[in-house]
Antibody, heavy 118, light 109 residues
Framework: EVQLVESGGGLIQPGGSLRLSCAAS????????MSWVRQAPGKGLEWVSLIYSGGSTYYADSVKGRFTISRDNSKNTLYLQMNSLTAEDTAVYYC????????????WGQGTLVTVSS | QSALTQPASVSGSPGQSITISCTGT?????????VSWYQQHPGKAPKLMIYEVSNRPSGVSNRFSGSKSGNTASLTISGLQAEDEADYYCSSYTSSAYVFGTGTKVTVL
């Protein structure tokens, strides 16, 4: 069974850094395309980043240069390193496995809340 | 990477059919057949309901159907049920990125 469990969220001051983790089970992270999607409180979904199985990474313009997606094959875990955080980054962050056949985020974790506030 | 445009809300009575539109551009919805639809209940993660414009994952009711014409995709829910009340988001693949719709709140009257 595919499972994704995010962690690492919390309250952080503006300008600070945070690293989110997404522990996967039931499949191999490094063999799949993985993505991060966020949702600000009361708002819609916003795609953040993705990493292909080959290692290529892509980012939304809103986070480019500040966020870094990566994975640890030995831990079967996906990460999102977030730097220079602002209030606009406050959101629930979801990790998702992207279907190789359907080119769409298929399995989602339950999300972890990041709150950027002083 | 502008969000796809959806109506803010759509409502219908039990048993009725409703349709949600999703308008993008030739760079996303119109350029790819990788349009998906997600259902999200409050406090829950999104659930994939439709992929590749009109296909349903295993386990999704056949009351949900999708289509596309030009730069606009649509999700139709037939035989509306109380459990269908939720937020719905469209999504399109676009050149190593994804763009989501603005979201539509479906209310069952």
């Amino acid at each position: 069974e595919v499972q994704l469990v995010e962690s690492g969220g919390g309250l952080i001051q503006p300008g600070g850094s945070l690293r989110l983790s997404c522990a996967a089970s039931g499949f191999t992270v490094s063999s799949n395309c993985m993505s991060w999607v966020r949702q600000a409180p009361g708002k819609g979904l916003e795609w953040v980043s993705l990493i292909y199985s080959g290692g290529s990474t892509y980012y939304a313009d809103s986070v480019k240069g500040r966020f870094t997606i990566s994975r640890d094959n030995s831990k079967n875990t996906l990460y999102l390193q977030m730097n220079s955080l602002t209030a606009e980054d406050t959101a629930v962050y979801y990790c998702a496995r992207v279907s190789a056949l359907w080119f769409t985020p298929e399995y989602w974790g339950q999300g972890t809340l990041v709150t950027v506030s002083s | 990477q502008s969000a796809l445009t959806q109506p803010a809300s759509v409502s219908g009575s039990p048993g009725q059919s409703i349709t949600i539109s999703c308008t993008g551009t030739s760079s996303d919805v119109g350029g790819y057949n990788y349009v998906s639809w997600y259902q999200q209940h409050p406090g829950k993660a999104p659930k994939l309901m439709i992929y590749e414009v009109s296909n349903r994952p295993s386990g999704v009711s056949n009351r949900f159907s999708g289509s596309k014409s030009g730069n606009t995709a649509s999700l139709t829910i037939s035989g509306l049920q109380a459990e269908d009340e939720a937020d719905y988001y469209c999504s399109s693949y676009t050149s190593s990125a994804y763009v989501f719709g603005t979201g539509t709140k479906v209310t069952v009257l």
